[in-house]
């Protein structure tokens, strides 16, 4: 059987599937807060839609609601950081880093990103979800540096 492109791909970048586990991880994570947040559109009776809400009751059950409203900037801010991450993680895997270095960076993301949502849907008290966000951005800015600094060396 001929080597599959990731394993052609790793030999370039050992560090490929670190980022490959962490990154799906929180991709996966990112579907949890959205089943969580339609699951509680149906206990909570506060849908989006006006089709969504006639089917559940009538049309005043579309309406906002304070922990939809909570999941749903749970979300976005998981989009406003995962998503950079997913570009960052995959340019810094072709940098060449050490495979330590590259484990560190991409466990910090994964266990800062969690703990951000723990911390935002726990209505856990501040600043913990604040020092999660800080967790998982620090290693991105170091990645993008890094980035940055390789771009920059080879104009
Ligand atoms: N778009 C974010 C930018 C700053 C940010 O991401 N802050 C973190 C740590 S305080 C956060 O959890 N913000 C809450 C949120 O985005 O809903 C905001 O409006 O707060």
């Known amino acids: 059987m001929p080597p599959s492109a990731l394993v052609l791909a790793t030999v370039n970048s050992p560090a490929l599937p670190a980022f490959l586990l962490c990154s799906t991880l929180l991709v996966i994570k990112m579907y949890a807060v959205a089943v969580i947040t339609g699951q509680l559109r149906l206990r909570k009776k506060a849908f989006a839609n006006p089709e969504d809400a006639l089917r559940h009751g009538g049309p005043q059950f579309c309406r906002s609601d304070p922990d939809v409203e909570r999941c749903l900037r749970a979300h976005r801010n ?78």
């Open 78 to 155: 998981d989009m406003e950081t995962i998503y950079p991450f997913l570009f960052l993680g995959l340019v810094y895997c072709f940098l060449g880093p050490a495979p330590t270095a590259a484990w560190a960076h991409f466990l910090l993301v994964l266990a800062g990103r969690l703990l951000h949502t723990v911390a935002y849907l726990g209505k856990l008290r501040a600043p913990t979800r604040s020092l999660a966000y800080i967790v998982a951005q620090l290693p991105c800015a170091s990645m993008a540096l890094q980035i940055l600094w390789e771009a920059a060396r080879h104009l």
